[in-house]
């Protein structure tokens, strides 16, 4: 079984930047697909960042290319999602997803892949 907590969310001006974490259980940390998602208001979850164990490059929503930055430290089981450039169509519950295989699968877009979620943290961007 795989926990995740976020934390990092808050409030911020338009223009400015976050920086959240995802921290997780489990000694095989290092062999997981994760990713970051979103859900606002009244909208479907949403794919933002993946970052798979081994080979392949980070994966982005075209939306946030250029403005968010997905990393890990494996030492430390937790993933980043730097953001720069807030905007306000940013704002939105953004979960923490693993999914065991690390390997790149062509279906990483989708919810249903990941095994496990956090609980989410809260990301509001005022204009």
């Known amino acids: 079984q795989v926990q995740l907590v976020e934390s990092g969310g808050g409030l911020v001006q338009a223009g400015g930047s976050l920086r959240l974490s995802c921290a997780a259980s489990?000694?095989?940390?290092?062999?997981?697909?994760m990713a970051w998602f979103r859900q606002a208001p009244g909208k479907e979850r949403e794919f933002v960042a993946a970052?798979?164990?081994?080979?392949?490059?980070?994966r982005y929503v075209d939306a946030v290319k250029g403005r968010f930055t997905i990393s890990r430290d494996n030492a430390k089981n937790t993933v980043y999602l730097q953001m720069e450039s807030l905007k306000a169509e940013d704002t939105a519950v953004y979960y923490c997803?693993?999914?065991?295989?690390?390997?790149?699968?062509?279906?990483?877009?989708?919810?249903?892949?990941?095994?496990?979620w956090g609980q989410g943290t809260q990301v509001t961007v005022s204009s």
């Open positions: 970052i798979f164990s081994i080979g392949d490059i980070p």
């Open positions: 489990g000694r095989t940390f290092s062999s997981y697909t």
């Open positions: 997803a693993a999914h065991e295989n690390g390997y790149y699968s062509s279906v990483y877009k989708n919810p249903t892949y990941y095994n496990y």
